[in-house]
């Protein structure tokens, strides 16, 4: 009997010591996001549901302000990776940076320009002020082509004005602050459900569009190419998870995205971006919407005129997994 006992005690001390082990050499990682909203979901699940820790890499995320804060961050050193859009990245490298998208996230556009109570057509804006999070960020790009698409021009008919995020951008049309704002889920439902009216729906309006994806720089490619590998196989096991297990990214969405969110609104920003259009099985970067990207920024930097969508991507960890099985093997799993 006693033998037995050492036996389960060597066992479990063999376990734990393993255990011990893991989680010595597991990558300690700092990873930026820049908003409360679901387009931020591949590295919440990720670190929720524990798929960051399964391929060895412990992972604190960081949250910034914005694209733009984000990318500094990625370009200053302070974060090796982060999830950004594509106008903050494509900016960053006119500006010297060597940063690249690695995995796509999100490659279409949920956002909608909201009025301020009592503002519900494009010509009532004239003269006015609409809210975006940074100057050179996603929804800077975004109010600018709203804008235009209802006959609007931006800086001379319409201020933009630089407020923050989603719930910032919010709070300002509710209370008057800004004639109108940039928002999407799930700041534009509860919008909705405050009685605020959509002056231009940008997800119709045929926009392709690189938005929130998984960056770092060549540089630390270079220098740790398997902790990139790690993270971009993280990501891409992430979004699998989101596609099948509904109510574990509907917790993260809860955690991540604040308090006083009911069923009903999380299950509507689920909802809303679940789909091949917005969140690709497999996660390429999106070339056209970097080509939209770069069509936009042209206005105010001739240098994107020359500029071509591949320079801003590195695909190989991607395309790795994508010719290696990995990808197609998730989904036909039971």
């Not at 734990?16 to 990558?27: E, G, I, K, P, V």
């Not at 909203?37 to 391929?55: C, H, M, R, Y």
């Not at 990501?235 to 990214?249: G, L, Y």
């Amino acid at each position: 009997m006693k033998k037995i006992l050492y036996v389960i005690i060597g066992a479990l001390a063999f376990q734990l010591a393993l255990s011990s082990f893991a989680q010595a050499q597991a990558t300690r990682l700092n990873v930026g996001y820049s908003a409360a909203s679901a387009d931020q979901l591949p590295a919440w699940v990720a670190k929720e549901t524990g798929i960051f820790a399964k391929n060895g890499l412990d992972v604190q995320l960081i949250f910034f302000t914005g694209g733009t804060t984000a990318i500094l961050a990625l370009v200053s050193g302070d974060v090796p990776i982060t999830q950004v859009s594509g106008p903050g990245l494509v900016n960053s490298v006119f500006a010297g940076s060597d940063a690249v998208f690695v995995a796509a996230g999100m490659v279409s556009l949920n956002y909608v320009l909201m009025g301020k109570p009592g503002i519900k057509s494009g010509e009532q804006l004239k003269g006015g002020t609409v809210a975006i999070s940074r100057f050179g960020s996603a929804t800077d790009t975004i109010a600018r082509f709203a804008l235009r698409k209802i006959g609007l021009n931006p800086g001379k008919d319409v201020t933009l004005v630089q407020v923050g995020s989603g719930p910032e951008r919010l709070s300002a049309a509710l209370t008057g602050r800004v004639s109108a704002s940039v928002i999407n889920p799930p700041s534009s439902f509860v919008a909705e459900k405050r009685g605020l009216a959509v002056i231009a729906d940008v997800a119709q309006m045929g926009l392709v569009f690189q938005h929130t994806g998984a960056a770092t720089t060549r540089k630390y490619i270079k220098e740790h190419p398997d902790t990139v590998r790690r993270y971009v196989r993280s990501h891409v096991e992430a979004v699998h998870r989101m596609w099948t297990d509904k109510e574990s990214t509907i917790k993260a969405l809860s955690r991540y995205m604040g308090s006083g969110l009911d069923r009903e609104t999380l299950e509507r920003s689920y909802e809303n971006v679940m789909t091949e259009a917005m969140y690709p099985k497999k996660q390429y970067p999106s070339l056209e919407g970097l080509k939209t990207v770069l069509d936009d920024i042209v206005e105010r930097d001739p240098r994107a005129k020359a500029a071509k969508p591949e320079q801003f991507v590195d695909a190989s960890f991607i395309r790795e997994l994508d010719q290696s099985g990995f990808i197609d093997g998730l989904y036909k799993k039971k």
